[in-house]
């Protein structure tokens, strides 16, 4: 039996939220400095607030305006999906730790204050966690333990984002060839060797597949374009105009390249936080985390990594601010290292190398549109697998802590979310209902209205 399949029992021992000193030192001093990162306008986690830093780092919009911006697109992730999935993994994550400092970051007024509201926050989340997680694991309604159950279902519908990409970008046949694929594959994974996450083979061939079939398209496109120039040469046509967009790109790059100790500094932070293994970058990875299987978490986020490069190099080299973990590389280098001081060096060395070669990325990317193409498509397939994923497991959480009523609540709130226009975004919709649902639930359960589910 692949280890996996049980994920929903396995993790109760890892889920205390119990930090040591230096791990709790990592996390307050490293919100301390996204926070003032963010108030220097040189990078933010969320990408969609990125677009708007431009016309605030020139002086066209206020810090209060941009605040604004920033909460009204991260609130519904930091309550809904940081902090739920934080609580039923025990690992921290990115939605929990870094949206709330873009926050405070942009709110502070004064350049010394970010860093003292940013260093609040990280306290809080690494006193406070635990001490709500001792609560919630007392309720008669343990609905933290029942939350563990969205573990199976995101770690293995999480095995098709490839598929998902193939098939809106190269069609159903190849995307087909690639279902089979997988299929096959994590059965082979489950049934000769059992102690690796069953999907971690099949995820990366996928995404090979669709890297191959996008540099492909790419190499016959451009052989086709340099005939077509060619003939326009012979026919004494003018060469096609410079890109209007350069001499901004080049701008924003020199802006990042003028704070690199900064950024090296941001990514020795980043990939200690990894290493220690309290952190997890992703919904998969956080679970398998979790579970011990950091090789496998590994892998996953750098999968995902491919998918945010032309995303964050192109609105990076756009609005003159970075992301706050860069291209995410980080994420499974840090993972891997053997302790934190190497893993520091490693954060840094990354950093600066991504900072550096951010013109050149986006010229190599400007030169292959089906690569850029690819990254969009496997951002909005990692988004619509882990959509139905959290939705399925939070689901087999209502029924764990309340059966059909649980199911009845939990999916009822989900439903008025969306027919309401959605005010919690639907990624972080249903985690946030598990845990008003098991608050509710404990209600009636005090009230004499409802009995737990045993076991």
């Known amino acids: 039996m692949s280890t996996v399949s049980t994920a929903g029992t396995q993790l109760a021992a890892n889920t205390g939220l119990d930090f040591s000193l230096p791990q709790q030192l990592t996390v307050i001093l490293l919100c301390a400095l996204t926070a003032f990162i963010s108030h220097m306008a040189l990078a933010v986690f969320n990408d969609g607030v990125r677009p708007f830093m431009l016309d605030f780092i020139h002086g066209r919009t206020t810090r209060s305006a941009t ?21 039923s993994s025990g690992v921290l994550n990115p939605w929990l730790l870094f949206l709330p400092t873009d926050i405070l970051g942009l709110l502070a007024p004064k350049k010394w204050l970010a860093p003292l509201l940013g260093a609040g926050w990280g306290a809080l989340v690494v006193f406070g966690l635990s001490g709500a997680n001792e609560v919630a694991h007392d309720l008669p309604v343990d609905f933290l333990t029942a939350m563990q159950q969205m573990s199976t279902p995101i770690l293995f519908l999480f095995t098709l984002f490839p598929v998902l990409a193939i098939t809106k970008q190269f069609g159903r ?135 945010f490069i032309p995303l964050i190099a192109t609105t990076a080299l756009a609005s003159g601010a970075y992301g706050i973990v860069g291209f995410t590389v980080v994420y499974p280098i840090g993972y891997l290292m053997p302790n934190p001081v190497l893993a520091a060096i490693a954060g840094a060395v990354v950093f600066a190398l991504e900072v550096l070669a951010l013109s050149t ?88 209205l409802f009995t737990p589910v045993k076991g």
Not at 375 to 387: F, N, Q, V, Y
Request: hydrophobic share 55%; charged share 15%.
């Open 173 to 307: 046949a190849w995307g087909a060839v690639a279902g089979v694929v997988e299929l096959a594959l994590v059965v082979m994974t489950m049934k000769l060797w059992p102690n690796m996450f069953a999907g971690a083979l099949a995820m990366a061939i996928g995404v090979l597949l669709l890297i191959g079939l996008a540099v492909r398209r790419d190499l016959v496109q451009r052989k086709a374009d340099r005939a077509a120039e060619a003939a326009s040469a012979t026919a004494g046509q003018d060469p096609p105009e410079d890109d209007p967009m350069a001499s901004l790109f080049s701008t924003s790059a020199a802006r990042l390249r003028r704070y690199l100790p900064l950024f090296m500094v941001l990514g020795a932070g980043v990939c200690m936080l990894a290493q220690m293994h309290i952190f997890g970058g992703g919904e998969a990875t956080s679970f398998l985390i979790a579970k011990g299987n950091i090789s496998e978490a590994a892998q996953v986020d750098f999968y995902r990594f491919f998918g």
């Open 361 to 448: 990325i986006g010229k190599v990317l400007g030169k292959l549109p089906s690569v850029r193409d690819s990254s969009e498509h496997l951002r909005s397939a990692i988004t619509d697998t882990l959509r139905l994923a959290i939705l399925f497991g939070s689901l087999m959480a209502a029924n764990a802590m309340g059966a059909g009523l649980g199911i009845l609540v939990v999916g009822g709130l989900y439903l008025l979310n969306e027919v309401m226009g959605r005010p919690v975004v639907r990624m972080a919709a249903a985690p946030a209902a598990v845990l008003v649902g098991g608050v509710l639930l404990n209600v009636l359960h005090w009230l004499d």
């Open 67 to 87: 605040t604004a911006v920033s909460f009204g697109l991260s609130a519904g992730f930091i309550f809904g999906l940081g902090a739920p999935m934080a609580l």
